[in-house]
């Protein structure tokens, strides 16, 4: 595209009274006025001619890989001009309504035919944020014409919850357990899986003598066993309506992905498989089971797909899928909520299903809101009202716990802002009692 300048057109507009003034001292001298335009309107044209071509122009973006939804992130924008580059460019972006970029405009010098635009993405909520449109323009040699070159990269960066906090405390966990010795117990001396033999010492169980061993090389002889590693950890995460509810401020769903991925790391660290499951109405996102520490900023990025929605959840459905798509027994960490006895019939039947295969974790949110208003002295037949209904919901929480509870399901019920630690901990307890 390629447009008039502030310059052109004020240059333009003061012709009009010159115009004017010569009309009326000398009528005849009109075209004077015609003349002016048609010099403006010339060295326009030649400005256009002489400015950078718009197909000799080249635009980059160097973009984060993922922001945290807490915080904001440099990105740069890189443009090169094979021939005769300008000495100054404007730079623009459009992004969606999860991200804001500072400044709107943002103007680079250009060195040796090429420069960088500097820019700020600030995340607004959590999700897929999107860099739609950069406009890069420039001015001819006489600052008469606008030369201006759109493109649409659709770059998607996305945008995660902020973990670090918590992420820096299970990097603590983790370093204060080897430090005392039971990282190395995890490797080998616990566990189910044969390692080794090994001339029995002080301080070892008798219980695990091999006395067939012992008695062929003629001294006793101890199995060492290890935990099994590589297991697959599954986080199924409801999406649905009533995950999308605020808790303390929060909406549920970004709590569930927050001790998610927390979990992830430690058990990416621990040599376990980890997979996520996205399920509301049907299910929206399957990763399957990926190992290594080096896999976490991949799981950042699918979570970030997983959206809000309006969707009541389709328990019957999500979780038969995903028992079929899982070959091996698993353990699932499901992340959901309900809001009475009879919206968790299916859940429940459908939990029930998966136990037959399957160790399953369930996380439940306490509702802190909903515990203070039963515990607050009524003062008037409103708050009778509210405190009783609070504690008929309370009680039918309760009721589908207990029976989660007598399946085998283990429960992990904590404040929401201890959430992630308590999932934690629950983690490290099946781990050292061998149960995955």
């Not at 029930?352 to 515990?375: N, P, S, Y």
């Amino acid at each position: 595209m390629i447009y008039p300048t502030h310059r052109a057109i004020i240059a333009m507009a003061a012709g009009a009274p010159l115009a004017l003034g010569i009309g009326l001292i000398q009528p005849g001298y009109w075209i004077a006025g015609a003349a002016w335009v048609a010099l403006i309107g010339g060295l326009c044209m030649a400005d256009a001619v002489l400015g950078s071509p718009r197909d000799r122009a080249a635009i980059d973006l160097e973009t984060p890989g993922a922001l945290p939804t807490a915080g904001s992130a440099p990105m740069a924008l890189r443009f090169s001009f094979e021939r005769r580059p300008p000495a100054r460019v404007e730079a623009a972006l459009e992004t969606n309504l999860r991200l804001t970029v500072t400044p709107a405009r943002q103007g680079a010098r250009v060195d040796a035919g090429a420069g960088q635009a500097d820019f700020e993405l600030t995340p607004v909520r959590r999700g897929e944020g999107e860099i739609s449109r950069v406009w890069l323009r420039w001015k001819g040699p006489f600052g008469l014409v606008w030369k201006q070159i759109t493109q649409a990269p659709k770059t998607i960066i996305p945008i995660t919850p902020n973990i670090r906090a918590v992420k820096d405390e299970a990097i603590r966990l983790f370093a204060r357990d080897a430090a005392f010795g039971v990282k190395i117990q995890l490797e080998t001396g616990d566990g189910s899986e044969f390692h080794a033999l090994r001339e029995l010492v002080a301080g070892m169980d008798r219980r695990t003598i091999d006395w067939k061993q012992s008695a062929r090389h003629g001294k006793l002889l101890a199995k060492e066993f290890r935990t099994e590693r590589n297991h697959p950890v599954i986080f199924a995460i409801d999406t649905g309506r009533l995950m999308c509810e605020p808790l303390l401020g929060v909406p549920r769903l970004d709590r569930a992905i927050n001790a998610a991925l927390l979990l992830a790391f430690v058990s990416l660290k621990l040599g376990d498989r980890v997979g996520f499951f996205g399920f509301d109405v049907r299910p929206r996102l399957f990763s399957g089971a990926t190992s290594g520490p080096q896999a976490f900023p991949l799981m950042q990025r699918l979570v970030a797909k997983l959206d809000y929605s309006a969707e009541e959840t389709n328990y019957t459905l999500a979780l038969t899928q995903l028992g079929a798509a899982l070959e091996r027994r698993s353990l699932i960490v499901v992340f959901t909520d309900f809001a009475d006895t009879t919206s968790a019939e299916l859940m429940v039947e459908n939990v029930g299903r998966l136990l037959k295969r399957h160790l399953i974790l369930f996380v439940v949110f306490r509702d802190e809101e909903l515990e203070a208003i039963a515990r607050r002295e009524p003062v008037d037949p409103e708050a009778v009202s509210r405190a009783v209904t609070a504690e008929a919901l309370l009680r039918e929480r309760d009721l589908v716990i207990a029976r989660l509870t007598r399946m085998g399901v283990l429960i992990v019920d904590a404040p929401a802002a201890a959430m992630g630690s308590a999932l934690l901990s629950a983690y490290i307890d099946l781990k050292r009692r061998d149960l995955l």
